[in-house]
């Protein structure tokens, strides 16, 4: 993974729910499967980066809070949460159909009007 080719010194894990379906993979290029319930379970306390790429809208709104408080206690003081999430306002949204763009599996939608 470039990650590691880049900052041979890093220790990267993979953090999901389940990830028993990628495990293989991740453990060939040298990245830790780490599966828990992350809204339930803290998953560290000195982590120095956290991605959570396309996750929120996957979360219940109610819930939203608690990943966030999770996610804060495991970034170490000066660690950093990249965060996206599909903008549901977006012209190429508004093109597709409203199924495809909110499947059931999107529970939270956080775009705000611009």
Not at 1 to 26: A, G
Not at 54 to 82: C, S, T, W
Not at 102 to 114: A, E, N, R
Request: charged share 15%.
């Amino acid at each position: 993974m470039f990650s590691e080719k880049r900052n041979p010194t890093w220790n990267v894990s993979c953090i999901d729910f389940d990830l028993e379906h990628v495990s293989t993979i991740l453990k060939k290029h040298l990245v830790t499967p780490i599966s828990t319930n992350f809204l339930q379970q803290q998953i560290g306390n000195n982590i120095d980066l956290i991605t959570a790429l396309h996750v929120v809208e996957h979360i219940p709104f109610d819930n939203l809070l608690i990943f966030f408080q999770n996610m804060r206690k495991a970034l170490n003081p000066h660690g950093y949460l990249l965060l996206t999430t599909p903008n549901y306002l977006s012209p190429l949204a508004k093109f597709f159909d409203y199924h495809l763009v909110f499947p059931p599996v999107h529970q939270t939608i956080l775009s705000v009007p611009g």
